[in-house]
């Protein structure tokens, strides 16, 4: 602050939204009571290089102006985060979590945010949250030090601690769906025998898993019953899942994250809005399901460019995004289940000539989803048009609570004995996994030798097998196991392509 | 009379691997034809190079064939200087001598357009045109100095050329009007000249219920020892070929483009797979032309002109199949449509051409009657025993290594479907015998035998590694020896 003509100035690369903090500072201070002072006022913001975006520093400017014109004072090391509208009342942002936490890590313990962020803040631990409704308030707080606000303590996680290998595989964390929007029930389901299993596997073992099948086969109706078949995070990835949901949210969170994610972007969405970034390198659908699961409804349709771009994540556990200047890596451990048409028109293979989609025509719509991408995907499944005698005579199904507690169970025998779901295993790991004896060794490569099959496409038996046995309940993987798995292969390799055709 | 081609000794090109590599100074006292072998294989390279160029169909190849004498001459008058004014000499030259008819011997039949009505009436008018134009002609002058690449071509690719001037040349389609001058042909030779070849054919777009028929149709025929002939297409074609390869009988699959250019992608391993039983892969065009709008109905008449008859399984009103029908009369061969419910789409063609050629088309009642109409059905002619009674035994599965004439290996005892259904376990049975009432998804099955879900999937899963059930988009048909026609209609049922 110094003297001359009245001015304002925000140096060291702030982006628009901060720019405008000038005027909404200016506001609320008015507004909050205090004296706007009519001198040369220049705002510094450091490092110097790194660019600074939103609104989240509102109120620290504010108090900054009020301190340096001696209107405030101010009493010991505090943080002030939250953004001001013109009357001076406080907003919270996203992203304000990690914030909280980070600001822990590095020995500020007095936090100001802005009062409805205050459950969200309050998820961290070691520090001293308080919470301000307005600017006046905040001042008020700075001023009087620590007697701020009572404080009622939410559960809380570790967010310093990182010994949380030993909480792993404990009974915490495993109960069944918490999600809210349960989605329907699988027994609500017809039919689709075969799909059903398959889903049953995939969710089981973390596989990756496509759907074919005619419009109203019932693809996207299954895939609504995941939420309610995923057992609830963990405490570890309920504090991933916690802080993504925290920088990508538009609303202030409550509580930690207990349901497994399940986002199902339209096949419109953009690049960066699959893998990340724009211009604040925001989180993208992939990390957003990180845990849970990545739904594709019309496989083919997305752009494929960003189909290309699941492959890593799809293998890494995690996205790397570069910018110039910048750079994030976001945790993406997503299963990526998928349903598709088996040609343009929709119905091929239901056996009535109705599909007059030429076989290239056909071809090229499955290539939109390239080699590399349909070799990561473990479970392949064609669901047929219900028949309406089917629909109307087949008997109860099963309910998603005994399939959930089927997976739930067969999830934890993984982790108890690799620490990881199946679909992240592969090598020397999925072999010891597997421990197949002579004559299963002898019957895989059998099955593999049918279908000309790649290192990868064996991994991939081997890996959804061992998820059959697990769901079994056996430790050894049988040839049955095998044979289930091989059920499931891609459809471009079968042993009787030529037949297929057409 | 079908199925009896007066055919000679059939001198199959493999020959030229039996035997080693003749020269000009082998001695001749082996084989009479032998002495020309050398200048038969010039000549066969010349016929490569000439007709690889494009524009140059039958019968500007004929008008240069008759001008020259051979088209090794041609070649020769191409490469050398002011080549395209000296082949358009001769050809004017030809053309005013009194006895110049260049064009007898092939005439036009790359006209034949895909007219989608009923083939005969839009049955190709042979065309007199004996000259070439002179960009034709320097596209000739072009070829014949690059001509070898050609001949390397064919030559890498595995192919073999037959010109219709070798005896290789099968005896049936020489008989067809404008027969196609030179074949490119991948396989054996010997099934282009069966004793006897049927074709079956139909749409690519065919119900189950189709596709199940072609195949035991395809099966039947290959068991009564004829060649089954079609064109490779999705649908019909694809399970008639298949189902031939799965009883290891010989077919052959007619391409509608060049070798390299296979059309349908999809249908690749499927013409592996016919090679390797000891079928053939053939078509007259060079093997780098790609399919097109005008190749099929092209092909259609070969398809026709390799076969004694030619049946339709399923076809649309609109239906390249027909085309074929029409070929098929047009050649003087017989011609079988399988019917339909009335209101069938996917019949509607074959209904169609049933009612349009009354006394020359004829209807398929059953598998039994078409082979006996094929004179297929245990008649002397065929000197093949095919047993109609319910739960006769069946032939075995290989015909690999029979004589040329295709001739089966003596009926197997137990190989035929009630053998396949007595190894099964009871499950499998079970669900076996729904399969061959037609395709069914794994619900339906579940529905129908009021098994568990689980047991269900397993027991399909072995089903389908034992070849016995094939799984497309999530409905299950019989293959393999469990789709192969075994006891009739009536009885596919034991239970």
């Known amino acids: ?502 | 009379m079908l199925g009896v081609q007066s055919l000679g000794p059939v001198i199959t090109r493999r020959v030229a691997e039996d035997e080693e590599p003749m020269s000009a100074t082998t001695p001749t006292s082996r084989c009479p034809r032998t002495v020309d072998r050398a200048a038969m294989d010039l000549e066969r390279d010349a016929w490569v190079v000439l007709l690889s160029v494009t524009g140059l169909g039958p019968v500007s190849f004929g008008a240069l064939l008759a001008a020259f004498g051979s088209a090794r001459a041609v070649l020769a008058a191409a490469s050398a200087p002011a080549g395209p004014a000296r082949l358009l000499q001769a050809l004017a030259d030809a053309a005013a001598s009194p006895d110049g008819d260049p064009a007898a011997v092939f005439d036009a039949c790359a006209s034949a357009e895909t007219e989608a009505g009923l083939p005969p009436s839009g049955f190709p008018t042979p065309r007199r045109r004996q000259s070439i134009g002179a960009d034709l002609a320097t596209r000739i002058c072009e070829a014949a100095v690059g001509g070898a690449g050609e001949v390397e071509r064919v030559r890498a690719l595995g192919l073999t050329a037959i010109t219709l001037e070798e005896p290789e040349y099968p005896a049936r389609l020489r008989e067809v009007e404008l027969p196609p001058p030179l074949l490119y042909l991948r396989g054996s030779a010997d099934a282009l000249s069966a004793r006897n070849a049927v074709a079956v054919v139909g749409t690519r777009w065919p119900t189950d219920k189709g596709r199940l028929i072609a195949g035991w149709i395809g099966s039947a025929i290959a068991r009564a020892g004829a060649v089954v002939v079609s064109g490779l297409a999705v649908g019909i074609d694809g399970a008639a070929h298949a189902a031939v390869v799965g009883e290891g009988g010989q077919t052959v699959a007619v391409l509608g483009g060049g070798h390299a250019r296979l059309f349908p992608k999809a249908h690749e391993r499927l013409a592996d797979a016919i090679v390797a039983a000891g079928g053939a892969v053939v078509s007259e065009l060079p093997p780098d032309t790609s399919p097109s709008r005008g190749t099929f109905p092209r092909r259609n008449r070969l398809v026709s002109g390799l076969s004694d008859a030619t049946v339709v399984v399923e076809a649309g009103c609109r239906s390249g199949a027909l085309i074929t029908a029409g070929w098929a009369l047009e050649q003087g061969r017989e011609c079988f449509l399988v019917p339909g419910p009335f209101d069938s789409p996917a019949s509607a063609g074959c209904h169609a051409f049933l009612r349009s050629f009354p006394g020359q088309a004829r209807l398929v009642s059953g598998i039994a009657e078409l082979l006996e109409d094929l004179d297929l059905g245990g008649g002397a002619g065929s000197g093949v025993a095919v047993a109609r009674g319910p739960g006769a035994p069946k032939n075995g599965p290989s015909t690999r290594q029979t004589q040329p004439g295709g001739r089966p290996s003596p009926s197997v005892p137990g190989a035929g479907r009630a053998a396949v259904l007595a190894s099964l376990g009871p499950v499998e049975r079970a669900l076996a015998q729904e399969l061959l009432l037609g395709p069914a998804t794994a619900d339906q099955l579940a529905l129908r035998t009021s098994l568990a879900g689980a047991a269900v999937l397993s027991a399909l899963t072995l089903l389908e590694l034992r070849g016995l059930a094939t799984g497309a988009y999530g409905r299950y048909l019989p293959s393999g020896r469990l789709a192969a026609w075994s006891d009739g209609p009536g009885s596919r049922l034991s239970e």
């Open chain 1, 1 to 502: 602050m110094a003297p001359g003509l009245p001015g304002f100035t925000i140096v060291g690369l702030a982006d628009t939204a901060l720019q405008e903090a000038r005027e909404r500072v200016r506001g609320a201070i008015r507004n909050s009571g205090y004296e706007y002072p009519p001198r040369r006022i220049t705002v510094n913001l450091a490092p110097a290089e790194l660019r600074k975006s939103g609104a989240s520093l509102d109120l620290a400017i504010a108090l900054g102006i009020l301190v340096g014109s001696e209107q405030v004072s101010a009493n010991g090391r505090w943080a002030v985060l939250g953004e001001l509208s013109l009357g001076g009342e406080l907003r919270s942002m996203p992203g304000l979590l990690p914030m909280v936490a980070a600001l822990g890590r590095r020995t500020v313990k007095r936090i100001v945010v802005p009062l409805d962020g205050l459950a969200e803040a309050r998820l961290a631990c070691d520090v001293d949250v308080v919470a301000a409704a307005t600017l006046a308030e905040a001042a008020v707080l700075l001023r009087e030090s620590r007697r701020g606000r009572a404080r009622v303590q939410p559960p809380r996680v570790e967010l310093a601690a990182d010994g949380l290998g030993e909480r792993v595989g404990s009974d915490r964390g495993w109960g069944i769906g918490v999600a809210s929007e349960m989605g329907p029930d699988l027994a609500e389901v017809r039919g689709q025998l075969e799909a059903r299993r398959a889903l049953e596997l995939a969710l089981a073992g973390g596989h990756s898993m496509v759907m074919i099948g005619p419009p109203g086969s019932g693809k996207t109706l299954l895939a609504r019953t995941v939420p309610g078949l995923l057992p609830a995070l963990d405490d570890q990835e309920a504090r991933i899942a916690t802080i993504i949901a925290s920088v990508s949210g538009s609303e202030p969170l409550t509580d930690l994250v207990r349901a497994r994610p399940f986002r199902s972007p339209h096949h419109t969405i953009s690049y960066a809005g699959m893998v990340g970034g724009g211009p604040l390198l925001s989180p993208g659908e992939v990390t957003r399901a990180n845990d849970g699961v990545l739904f594709l409804d019309e496989l083919p349709e997305y752009d494929r460019a960003t189909l290309e771009a699941l492959r890593q994540p799809m293998e890494d556990g995690e996205v790397a995004i570069s910018r110039v200047g910048r750079a994030a890596v976001f945790p993406s451990r997503f299963q990526l289940i998928a349903a598709m048409n088996p040609c343009p028109c929709g119905h091929a293979g239901e056996g009535d000539g109705r599909c007059r989609c030429q076989p290239g025509i056909v071809d090229r719509y499955t290539a939109r989803v390239s080699g590399p991408l349909r070799d990561r995907i473990d479970i392949w499944v064609h669901m047929p048009r219900v028949e309406p005698a089917e629909y109307v005579l087949s008997g109860a199904h099963e309910g998603s609570d005994r399939v959930a507690a089927r997976v739930v169970e067969a999830r934890r025998r993984q982790m108890l004995r690799s620490g990881r779901v199946n679909s992240r295993l592969s090598g020397r790991a999925l072999r010891g996994a597997c421990a197949l004896g002579q004559a299963e060794q002898a019957h895989a490569v059998r099955l593999a030798e049918m279908d000309g099959w790649s290192a990868r496409g064996i991994e991939r038996l081997l890996r959804v097998a061992r998820t059959a046995a697990d769901l079994e309940g056996v430790e050894r993987v049988a040839e049955t196991h095998l044979d289930e798995a091989a059920r499931f292969r891609s459809p471009t390799g079968r042993c009787l392509g030529f037949a297929v055709a057409g």
